[in-house]
Structure formats: C-alpha cells, structure tokens
C-alpha cells in the first residue's frame, strides 16, 4: 500500500472512532434526566398516588366506615382528626363537596426530613366546561411509611 493510501485509510478509520465516541457521548448526555426532586419526594410520590387512586376508585362520602378503609395510608394524627367529625358530603381529601372526576400529582416540596408537600390537582370533566382546581396535600413519615398528614385547599 502507497504511503498516502494508508495515510488516508488510517485518518479516514479515526474519524469514524472519534465520530462513533462522539454520538455515543451525545446519546448518553442527551437522554439522561436530571433529578429535580428530592429524595423525600421520590418515595412519597408512589403513596400519595396510590391513595388517592383508592380514594378515586372507591367511594369518596365521608362516612366512618370510607374513613376505616382509609386508614393505612393516614397518619395517626389525621385519623384521629377524622374519626372525630361526622358523617358528611364534604371531602375532606379533595376539599369539595363536588366529587372530581381525576386528579394528578404534581410538584412536590420537601419541608424537612420527614415532611412533604405535594401539589394534587383535581380535575371535573362536565358537558360544558372542563375545569380543575389545586389542593395542597402533606405526608409524613411514620414508622419507615409516607402517610397523609393534612389536606388543604390553596384557593
């Protein structure tokens, strides 16, 4: 082979290594998501879905016995709030007496070690108007478990 052939061969297989690293490095960079929540969020997250979608799935009337079935995704300080207060319409879990249709968790703020809030919002779906509205959903850490601490509206 002349000199200038492998000359050429040689730089022509370089590029190709260097533009192989090169995209592989561009696909590694590019798809990776960085982890804007903290850790207290990531494991909360998971719970409060689960409940409300049990909440959702089920009857939502605040009766004693819907308040029972909740009972493990509650802390003890909620569930003794709730024991205490009468049957009535009104959600306390959607902060309505008008039930949603769906909900979805959204952003979520650590408040300390074993507290956090998470923005739920709650979506109706009617023949004239879809609409949605916020509430502000607190979790605390009891015994190794992220369990619903207070509910509020933030309107």
């Not at 990776?32 to 850790?39: D, M």
């Not at 969020?41 to 079935?69: Q, T, W």
């Not at 509205?133 to 619903?148: D, F, H, Y």
Request: hydrophobic content about 35%.
């Amino acid at each position: 082979m002349k000199p200038a052939n492998k000359f050429r061969a040689d730089t022509i297989r370089r590029l190709i290594v260097f533009l192989f690293l090169f995209s592989a490095a561009i696909v590694g960079f590019g798809c990776s998501q960085p982890i804007l929540e903290s850790n207290e969020c990531i494991e909360a997250r998971d719970p409060v879905k689960r409940f409300y979608s049990f909440h959702f799935g089920n009857e939502m009337l605040a009766s004693k016995e819907n308040i029972e079935k909740r009972k493990k995704y509650l802390s003890k300080r909620l569930n003794a709030e709730l024991n205490d207060r009468s049957d009535t319409k009104f959600d306390y879990f959607t902060q309505t007496a008008d039930y949603p249709k769906a909900f979805r968790a959204g952003k979520c703020d650590s408040t300390a070690g074993d507290r956090v809030k998470f923005e739920v919002l709650l979506f109706w779906r009617t023949n004239e108007k879809n609409s949605q509205r916020a509430i502000q959903v607190e979790m605390v850490k009891e015994n190794s478990r992220w369990l619903i601490d207070r509910v509020e509206s933030k309107e």
